[in-house]
């Protein structure tokens, strides 16, 4: 087994099929990919920067790109954490979401906040909201679950909760957004 790796950063991996799309080309290319999450890949060996270059242009094809400023791959692995959190998970985690976030990254939620809010002009508190009423769109759309439901799974105090956060964000109640035809959901780019 080979002990030197290289991990890469990836923006705009959003879903289970980026993750398949960025682990299939990387694959391809003839490399192996011993670890893969949003936002990030890890192949089994050491790469110069012609390799990186290469993967980095295949990668580009598909809409996605390496990072390589140190901030700028925190604030990704953020945003990584957070969707996995919010649109890919059984349950959210029984913790505060500073205590969850600097327990995953393993820096302090002072520092990690600071950088966020520095490079992408809002809070984490702020990104992570966002994230549940896009979240809260997509479970809307299915029309499978009571807001009640939504509200419990999402983590809400209550549904008027919810609802306040939806009409602060979205501009419109919760019913008047189920009565559009275009839903007017955005998309999880990072």
């Avoid at 966020?116 to 499978?144: D, M």
């Avoid at 509200?151 to 306040?164: C, E, M, N, T």
Wanted: glycine letters at 4%; proline letters at 1%; aromatic letters at 8%.
């Amino acid at each position: 087994m080979n002990l030197i790796s290289t991990t890469l950063y990836v923006k705009n991996m959003v879903c289970p099929r980026c993750i398949k799309v960025v682990e299939t080309t990387v694959s391809k290319m003839g490399f192996e990919v011993t670890s893969i999450k949003l936002g990030e890949v890890v192949v089994d060996k050491s790469l110069n920067e012609k390799e990186q270059t290469s993967i980095s242009e295949a990668l580009q094809a598909w809409g996605f790109e390496l990072i390589e400023n140190r901030e700028e791959k925190l604030v990704s692995q953020i945003k990584g954490i957070v969707v996995q959190m919010i649109h890919y998970a059984e349950e959210l985690p029984d913790i505060k979401n500073s205590a969850f976030l600097s327990e995953k990254i393993g820096l302090s939620y002072d520092y990690i906040s600071k950088i966020f809010s520095t490079h992408e002009q809002i809070t984490i508190e702020k990104y992570i909201i966002l994230q549940k009423i896009e979240r809260v769109k997509e479970l809307l759309s299915y029309k499978e679950l009571a807001l009640k439901e939504i509200a419990y799974q999402l983590g809400y105090k209550s549904v008027q909760h919810l609802s306040s956060q939806f009409r602060s964000v979205v501009g419109m109640s919760v019913t008047e957004f189920k009565k559009l035809e275009q839903k007017g959901r955005k998309t999880l780019d990072f």
